[in-house]
């Protein structure tokens, strides 16, 4: 059935408490700024309908302070425009503009709500310059009243999230850990069982990783529901850590069982196969306590197994299926622990995210180059309505410029913004023109508000459905001296055209960054990270590590999906960089902490010969340098007397593993940059 059908003639029973709670709100923020006589009541409904996005209601809470600060700030920074070129309207403009682009560039380094908030204060310092052109002497008042009608409808949106069929943040986290969980222990099944899938594998690998970075940013919102909250956002850290932990272990034991399988023993590939069904097996499990019993009777079997006949590279690999099934252990904790916080606390500090300031600067740009276009056709016509033109202009630039794909999302918001100018003219003029009273105003004003939320319910229909939502707003702009002329109307549709039009130019024309760039400084930055593993603390350079693997790995992740099958390659580059990465982090641990001089100085070695060879396998060239200077950290290691036999063997072992990992990647590589060539001749004779 299609998307749109199904969200209008059977909608689920959790869309329509969604709509009608999205439309009490903006009902309640409506009557409130109408009674309080605000000069821009629509503004209280904008700002509730946007909070009401995510109903949970710590994520209300989160996002209506962030939107609050935001404005705060805006208002700060208007003020000071103002106050600086009240008479000068070109600097105030090229100011705002710098100030904007700021704005915009913080948005994409940000996570979470706090990205929101930037948006508003660039909005809201816009909002006061350009209404405050016309009236100089009003810019307190004009701030105040921005404020005031911001903060009313997050008031509004927080006070009906809390009171009327609450979803807890807590219980939409213990949903997202189940799909991280379930989704990471198919993987981890197929990765053990299936040598070159790499489709399969992908899929489960990015339907682990996007529930997975969802978890770790809306984790944070948790701290608004209570004494429990601080214990579900350690939980959701540990979670990401071993997830992440568990997708590198098992990358490196495919690359040993499936390609140099006949280095090792029937008995790993038999431990090795009862573990995939042990996987399998926990992932269709329900509940957690079958899946531990089922996972710690597996971990009994393999410590078990004797290593006196095995060889380093056997006993590395054995190492590496402990260390999976203890990693599943403890993400099957950290569930347990997201629902119930009380019963089980785990100690887990916060990641630090990648951020590409090449990207932001960018977006940044673009948004500033978009908004002064708007901003000079506005100064040439003197038109009152192209502060709508620049409202769109600012708002969009900035919120699609963290998208993955802002063209397409531009254009679903274009289609929106024009299907709500027949519905704003039927419902917002010809039939609220008859209207008396605010029941009246309410019941038909809401109706079409009303419809679009029960799409919004729906994340294909979202994009169509807010942008409906905006434009019936924009373009009715309800308040107590409401103003039903058709030429008004006319003149605010032509506005809504106008800005949405610059912004689809906008991205259009800059689009960003080809994939090839993007490519290299993703790889660029995982090297830089390798690299950077022996100076900091070992908790600081494993937060910094995890943190920003999870986004590269998903944008790796995705790079593939428009390649074909058979030059798919990056995201198993990735994968290589993660296992590289605690590799380095599971020597530093046990190393570390020993007073041998000569040792460390051929651990660094070793490490900056391994992020090299990541560099040039990720360029297809063969590496080299890891197995000399790994000979030489073994011969340390072995004159070391804290350090055992087995201590000796396992690094061996490592050593060995983590030469044919990247021996493996650049023929990967090289593969693929050979299928790319005739492909890109063709592409370009055509």
């Given at each position: 059935m299609s998307p749109w059908l199904q969200a209008y003639l059977t909608p689920s029973s959790e869309a329509v408490k969604f709509a009608i709670k999205a439309t009490l709100a903006m009902l309640l923020a409506l009557?409130?700024?109408?009674?309080?006589?605000?000069?821009?009541?629509?503004?209280?409904?904008?700002?509730?309908?946007?909070?009401?996005?995510?109903?949970?209601?710590?994520?209300?809470i989160e996002k209506g302070i962030s939107q609050i600060s935001g404005t705060l700030v805006g208002c700060g920074i208007g003020i000071a425009i103002m106050a600086l070129f009240a008479q000068n309207p070109i600097p105030a403009l090229v100011t705002l503009t710098l100030w904007i682009m700021l704005c915009t560039y913080g948005s994409s380094l940000l996570r979470n709500n706090a990205s929101y908030g930037c948006i508003m204060g660039a909005v809201t310092a816009m909002l006061i310059v350009v209404i405050g052109a016309g009236q100089p002497d009003g810019i307190f008042s004009i701030a105040v009243a921005r404020l005031s009608e911001l903060s009313l409808g997050a008031v509004c949106a927080t006070l009906v999230s809390a009171l009327l069929w609450p979803i807890k943040v807590g219980d939409h986290l213990g949903r997202q850990a189940d799909e991280v969980v379930n989704q990471a222990f198919q993987h981890a099944a197929q990765r053990l069982t299936d040598a070159d899938d790499l489709g399969d594998l992908q899929r489960t690998l990015t339907g682990s990783l996007e529930p997975l970075t969802q978890l770790e940013t809306d984790s944070q919102a948790a701290r608004y529901e209570g004494p429990e909250g601080p214990?579900?956002?350690?939980?959701?850290?540990?979670?990401?850590r071993r997830t992440l932990r568990l997708m590198a272990t098992l990358h490196a034991l495919q690359q040993l069982i499936h390609h140099y399988g006949d280095r090792l023993s029937p008995t790993i590939h038999r431990l090795a196969g009862e573990i995939a069904e042990g996987f399998r097996e926990s992932a269709e499990a329900h509940g957690v306590a079958p899946a531990q019993r089922r996972l710690?009777?597996?971990?009994?079997?393999?410590?078990?197994?004797?290593?006196?006949?095995?060889?380093?590279?056997?006993?590395?690999?054995?190492?590496?299926?402990?260390?999976?099934?203890?990693?599943?252990?403890?993400?099957?904790?950290?569930?347990?622990?997201?629902?119930?916080?009380?019963?089980?606390?785990?100690?887990?500090?916060?990641?630090?995210?990648?951020?590409?300031?090449?990207?932001?600067?960018?977006?940044?740009?673009?948004?500033?180059?978009?908004?002064?276009?708007?901003?000079?056709?506005?100064?040439?016509?003197?038109?009152?309505?192209?502060?709508?033109?620049?409202?769109?202009?600012?708002?969009?630039?900035?919120?699609?410029?963290?998208?993955?794909?802002?063209?397409?999302?531009?254009?679903?918001?274009?289609?929106?913004?024009?299907?709500?100018?027949?519905?704003?003219?039927?419902?917002?003029?010809?039939?609220?023109?008859?209207?008396?009273?605010f029941p009246m105003l309410a019941m038909i004003f809401l109706t079409p508000l009303f419809l679009g939320l029960l799409g919004v319910a729906n994340p294909r229909l979202m994009g169509y459905c807010l942008a409906f939502i905006i434009g019936n707003i924009l373009l009715t702009m309800p308040?107590?001296?409401?103003?039903?002329?058709f030429d008004s109307f006319i003149n605010r549709a032509i506005a809504v055209i106008i800005g949405l039009s610059a912004v689809v130019t906008g991205f259009r024309l800059l689009p960003g960054f080809g994939s090839a760039l993007r490519k290299r400084r993703l790889v660029g930055a995982i090297t830089g990270d390798l690299r950077r593993l022996t100076t900091p603390s070992i908790h600081e350079a494993e937060s910094r590590f995890?943190?920003?693997?999870?986004?590269?790995?998903?944008?790796?992740?995705?790079?593939?999906?428009?390649?074909?099958?058979?030059?798919?390659?990056?995201?198993?580059?990735?994968?290589?960089?993660?296992?590289?990465?605690?590799?380095?982090?599971?020597?530093?641990?046990?190393?570390?902490?020993?007073?041998?001089?000569?040792?460390?100085?051929?651990?660094?070695?070793?490490?900056?010969?391994?992020?090299?060879?990541?560099?040039?396998?990720?360029r297809g060239h063969s590496p080299e340098g890891v197995e000399a200077a790994g000979?030489?950290?073994?011969?340390?290691?072995?004159?070391?007397?804290?350090?055992?036999?087995?201590?000796?063997?396992?690094?061996?072992?490592?050593?060995?593993?983590?030469?044919?990992?990247?021996?493996?990647?650049?023929?990967?590589?090289?593969?693929?940059?050979?299928?790319?060539?005739?492909?890109?001749?063709?592409?370009?004779?055509?």
């Open positions: 009557y409130a700024a109408l009674w309080c006589d605000l000069e821009r009541p629509y503004w209280a409904l904008i700002s509730a309908a946007f909070l009401q996005i995510r109903p949970m209601s710590g994520m209300v214990g579900r956002i350690r939980a959701s850290h540990v979670l990401t710690h009777a597996l971990r009994h079997r393999v410590k078990d197994c004797p290593e006196a006949s095995l060889s380093p590279l056997e006993q590395r690999c054995l190492q590496g299926l402990r260390e999976a099934l203890g990693h599943a252990v403890v993400m099957l904790d950290a569930r347990d622990a997201i629902t119930r916080p009380g019963q089980m606390r785990l100690r887990g500090v916060a990641l630090a995210w990648h951020r590409d300031h090449l990207v932001a600067g960018f977006n940044a740009l673009r948004a500033g180059l978009i908004f002064g276009l708007l901003a000079s056709f506005w100064l040439a016509t003197a038109w009152n309505n192209g502060q709508v033109a620049m409202l769109l202009g600012t708002l969009f630039s900035a919120f699609f410029a963290t998208r993955d794909n802002p063209v397409v999302i531009c254009m679903m918001f274009t289609k929106g913004m024009l299907a709500a100018i027949p519905s704003a003219f039927l419902f917002g003029h010809v039939l609220l023109a008859q209207a008396s009273g308040g107590n001296g409401m103003d039903f002329s995890v943190g920003g693997m999870a986004d590269r790995l998903l944008h790796l992740a995705k790079h593939d999906d428009v390649l074909p099958e058979d030059q798919r390659h990056l995201f198993t580059l990735g994968l290589t960089g993660l296992d590289i990465g605690y590799a380095c982090l599971q020597m530093r641990r046990r190393l570390d902490d020993l007073p041998d001089e000569a040792l460390h100085r051929a651990k660094r070695r070793f490490f900056d010969a391994l992020a090299q060879a990541y560099a040039d396998s990720a000979e030489t950290l073994i011969a340390a290691v072995g004159r070391h007397p804290a350090l055992t036999e087995r201590h000796h063997a396992l690094l061996a072992g490592l050593v060995e593993r983590l030469a044919l990992s990247l021996e493996r990647q650049a023929q990967r590589a090289q593969a693929s940059r050979h299928q790319v060539g005739p492909l890109a001749d063709t592409a370009e004779a055509r």
